[in-house]
């Protein structure tokens, strides 16, 4: 079964500062990856999803950015955090080319910019 | 676009008891796939239960079933014998089952569990 790595689990950034919020996936090879945002006692809000590497789409337009430099690896991105990028940001696969496979979540990041 | 409703932002239910929890999407699709995902306090996201549009036959776990009315686009989730541990917010979500499409969620439901 697949295991989602995601780190680190908890960050305090000030605001204009850079990000950089990692994940890898094990057990799966070519796996679908999403991002994930959840403000507090709301729901998910899809920020980016990748189907294959280099290949990103974008769900919101924001100063996030993602990256997937190889094929369990998937990197959630800013150049200059606003205080609206505070969220929990989860990280998740499913297997390629199986849409009725699950979704696995990694254990999340909460993200607190100041 | 597909949506997912959730209409009941709290629920709650009192222990050993059955509480059901409503979902309601839009799609033009024939053939999809449901889910409903589990989030406890500790904010891991836990699948639930998951059903295949094309199967008329409610998915059940243990103590978790469906209720999918594919004519009515509705999937509700029944917890019967309610027990601490559910306490959660439970989310509802769709795929289509063509295509790398991401799921679809509803905006939760936060089920409280009274002793």
């Known amino acids: 079964s697949q295991t989602i790595h995601q780190w680190p689990a908890t960050l305090v950034q000030p605001v204009g500062s850079p990000l950089s919020l990692e994940c890898t996936v094990e057990g799966t090879s070519n796996p679908n990856l999403y991002w994930y945002r959840q403000a507090a006692g709301r729901g998910l809000q899809l920020l980016f999803y990748s189907v294959g590497i280099g290949q990103i789409s974008s769900e919101v337009p924001q100063n996030l950015s993602a990256s997937r430099p190889q094929d369990r690896q998937f990197i959630l991105s800013s150049k200059k955090l606003l205080l609206s990028d505070s969220g929990f940001y989860l990280c998740?696969?499913?297997?390629?080319?199986?849409?009725?496979?699950?979704?696995?979540f990694g254990n999340g990041t909460r993200l607190t910019v100041t | 676009a597909q949506t997912v409703t959730q209409s009941q932002p709290e629920m709650s239910v009192q222990e050993a008891e059955t509480v059901t929890l409503s979902c309601t999407y839009d799609t033009s699709e024939s053939d999809y796939y449901l889910f409903w995902y589990k989030q406890p306090p500790s904010r891991q996201m836990i699948l639930v239960i998951r059903q295949e549009a094309y199967k008329q036959q409610n998915a059940t776990e243990n103590r978790f079933s469906v209720n999918f009315q594919k004519a009515a686009k509705s999937f509700s989730l029944k917890i019967s014998d309610s027990q601490l541990g559910d306490a959660a917010m439970y989310f509802c979500?769709?795929?289509?089952?063509?295509?790398?499409?991401?799921?679809?969620f509803g905006k939760g439901t936060r089920l409280s569990v009274i002793a």
């Open positions: 979500a769709y795929r289509s089952r063509e295509g790398n499409t991401p799921l679809v």
């Open positions: 998740a696969c499913h297997r390629g080319g199986s849409n009725n496979s699950p979704l696995h």
